[in-house]
């Protein structure tokens, strides 16, 4: 009986428990839409020589938030609920106490009297806990009729007006940078995530721009007055005559976020989609390389997969296994040539097929195929052979020796010592990839009197 009431006792504490757990969770999530659901309302009304702007934020719950406002704001009142003022909880009136009311911010901005185009930068209040929010613009101008404004946000209405013209803007997140310029601008939708403007059709390719989904919504405004490219949050300000080269290669560097030894893949992917030359003549020729050993078909495979990668896994060894699963090449192209400060590394094969040596398995000698000659691993093989590796002062020559045959290699020439006996070759028969030294297997017989057999599964040296 008493095992049964333990039992028992057990089994509803473990219910109560889980009951709890579904209400904190409960508790949990309706705080965390709460949060969601938070939304502002900012209206911009633009005078002769200033910016009044109102925003309204409602759905906060209660709590004290740091606030930050836009640093040239001046005349700055806070109204919390029903014109009650805010309640400040420092003397730098930086941080704010809420009851669930709807917060209202109002101060002005200077506007200038005469620019042929204007960008707007840090204009909104922000709320530091809470960087995401639904934002809606209401801009009305009375002073710039004769232009159009843009913003890094969807432009969901725009009225021309007897006194005024009004334009509407939403976006998630924090108040967007907002544009002007006198010559009108026309939205243009590139795809989900990418919007032009500009005063004309963007004379672009834009289906190598279509396949660059950024990982943000962006904005990318064709200025005719621009002379250089500026770059604000999600809004991009670009010259007109800007190539889709080049703007792909910006787009590139957004959607990937690569640093490092990895910053030179825009350059090569924007110059493939696009097959024009890449700007970093490195990255030229390795572009060169892919096009002459994969086909149409694969490296627009290729490429698609790169792009379709997070930016966190991209590196040169991806790059490598990314050509393997689309033309089966199996190869260390990219990593050999990641470090832009090293020459260019020329292009070769890795064999797939495992590699005995006298009968034994070697997993530490590579095989590889460059201009139809077939290279193997020299260190690890000589040391299997039994040799003896003796060091040098020069890293370009080696000097091996066993029951006393000594050979001497000078990896830049056709020439090497036995015993103190010069012998050559017809070709030199080394290749050196990152300081890894391959020996032409042509050359096995002559040196060590090994042969090579091979099948589709096995290469046998003895």
Same mark, same amino acid.
């Given at each position: 009986?008493?095992?049964?009431?333990?039992?028992?006792?057990?089994?509803?504490?473990?219910? !109560?428990?889980?009951?709890?757990?579904?209400? =904190?969770?409960?508790?949990?999530?309706?705080?965390?839409?709460?949060?969601?659901?938070?939304?502002?309302?900012?209206?911009?009304?633009?005078?002769?020589?200033?910016?009044? !702007?109102?925003?309204?934020?409602?759905?906060?719950?209660?709590?004290?938030?740091?606030?930050?406002?836009?640093?040239?704001?001046?005349?700055?009142?806070?109204?919390?609920?029903?014109?009650?003022?805010?309640?400040? !909880?420092?003397?730098?009136?930086?941080?704010?106490?809420? @009851?669930?009311?709807?917060?209202?911010?109002?101060?002005?901005?200077?506007?200038?009297?005469?620019?042929?185009?204007?960008?707007?930068?840090?204009?909104?209040?922000?709320?530091?806990?809470?960087?995401?929010? /639904?934002?809606?613009?209401?801009?009305?101008?009375?002073? =710039?009729?004769?232009?159009? =404004?843009?913003?890094?946000?969807?432009?969901?209405?725009?009225?021309?007006?007897?006194?005024?013209?009004?334009?509407?803007?939403?976006?998630?997140?924090?108040?967007?940078?907002?544009?002007?310029?006198?010559?009108?601008?026309?939205?243009?939708?590139?795809?989900?995530?990418?919007?032009?403007?500009?005063?004309?059709?963007?004379?672009?390719?834009?289906?190598?721009?279509?396949?660059?989904?950024?990982?943000?919504?962006?904005?990318?405004?064709?200025?005719?007055?621009?002379?250089?490219?500026?770059?604000?949050?999600?809004?991009?300000?670009?010259?007109?005559?800007?190539?889709?080269?080049?703007?792909?290669?910006?787009?590139?560097?957004?959607?990937?976020?690569?640093?490092?030894? @990895?910053? =030179?893949?825009?350059?090569?992917?924007?110059?493939?989609?696009?097959?024009?030359?890449?700007?970093?003549?490195?990255?030229?020729?390795?572009?060169? /390389?892919?096009?002459?050993?994969? /086909?149409?078909?694969?490296?627009?495979?290729?490429?698609?997969?790169?792009?379709?990668?997070?930016?966190?896994?991209?590196?040169?060894?991806?790059?490598?296994?990314?050509?393997?699963?689309?033309?089966?090449?199996?190869?260390?192209?990219?990593?050999?040539?990641?470090?832009?400060?090293?020459?260019?590394?020329?292009?070769?094969?890795?064999?797939?097929?495992?590699?005995?040596?006298?009968?034994?398995?070697?997993?530490?000698?590579?095989?590889?195929?460059?201009?139809?000659? /077939?290279?193997?691993?020299?260190?690890?093989?000589?040391?299997?052979?039994?040799?003896? !590796? +003796?060091?040098?002062?020069?890293?370009?020559?080696?000097?091996?020796?066993?029951?006393?045959?000594?050979?001497?290699?000078?990896?830049?020439?056709?020439?090497?010592?036995?015993?103190?006996?010069?012998?050559?070759? +017809?070709?030199?028969?080394?290749?050196?990839?990152?300081?890894?030294?391959?020996?032409?297997?042509?050359?096995?017989?002559?040196?060590?009197?090994?042969?090579?057999?091979?099948?589709?599964?096995?290469?046998?040296?003895?």
């Amino acid at each position: 009986m008493t095992k049964r009431v333990i039992r028992f006792s057990l089994f509803l504490a473990a219910v !109560v428990g889980g009951i709890l757990i579904i209400q =904190w969770k409960g508790y949990s999530s309706s705080k965390d839409a709460a949060l969601l659901n938070i939304d502002q309302t900012l209206s911009l009304h633009h005078t002769h020589d200033e910016f009044v !702007v109102k925003q309204v934020i409602d759905n906060l719950p209660e709590g004290k938030y740091n606030v930050r406002f836009p640093a040239k704001a001046k005349d700055i009142d806070c109204q919390s609920g029903e014109e009650k003022t805010c309640k400040w !909880v420092n003397e730098r009136n930086s941080k704010i106490k809420i @009851n669930e009311e709807p917060l209202t911010f109002t101060y002005k901005l200077k506007a200038p009297k005469k620019v042929s185009g204007f960008l707007l930068e840090d204009w909104g209040v922000r709320i530091e806990e809470v960087p995401s929010m /639904t934002t809606r613009i209401q801009l009305t101008e009375q002073n =710039w009729r004769n232009g159009s =404004w843009a913003a890094g946000a969807e432009l969901a209405g725009k009225e021309k007006m007897e006194a005024i013209d009004y334009y509407v803007f939403e976006s998630l997140g924090t108040p967007p940078p907002l544009y002007w310029q006198e010559k009108a601008l026309v939205p243009t939708e590139i795809n989900q995530h990418l919007t032009f403007y500009s005063g004309r059709k963007p004379a672009l390719n834009t289906s190598i721009l279509k396949k660059i989904v950024p990982e943000e919504k962006l904005f990318v405004i064709m200025s005719s007055h621009a002379k250089t490219m500026k770059e604000t949050e999600n809004l991009i300000i670009i010259p007109e005559n800007i190539t889709e080269e080049k703007l792909a290669r910006l787009l590139l560097k957004r959607k990937l976020s690569l640093k490092g030894e @990895n910053e =030179w893949l825009p350059d090569l992917i924007a110059s493939a989609m696009s097959n024009t030359p890449a700007q970093n003549s490195k990255v030229e020729k390795m572009r060169q /390389t892919l096009f002459s050993v994969l /086909t149409e078909d694969q490296m627009e495979r290729w490429t698609s997969s790169v792009l379709s990668a997070g930016p966190e896994t991209i590196s040169s060894e991806m790059l490598d296994e990314l050509l393997e699963e689309t033309a089966g090449i199996r190869t260390d192209f990219f990593q050999s040539n990641a470090n832009m400060s090293i020459a260019f590394q020329p292009f070769y094969f890795l064999d797939k097929r495992e590699v005995y040596l006298e009968g034994h398995k070697a997993d530490d000698i590579k095989v590889l195929f460059q201009n139809d000659r /077939t290279f193997i691993s020299f260190i690890p093989l000589v040391k299997k052979l039994g040799f003896r !590796v +003796q060091g040098t002062s020069n890293s370009e020559e080696m000097i091996i020796e066993k029951a006393g045959d000594k050979f001497h290699f000078i990896y830049s020439q056709k020439l090497f010592a036995k015993n103190e006996q010069q012998f050559g070759f +017809q070709k030199n028969p080394f290749f050196i990839d990152r300081k890894d030294v391959y020996l032409d297997t042509a050359a096995l017989a002559e040196l060590f009197g090994l042969e090579v057999k091979e099948n589709s599964h096995e290469i046998k040296i003895q």
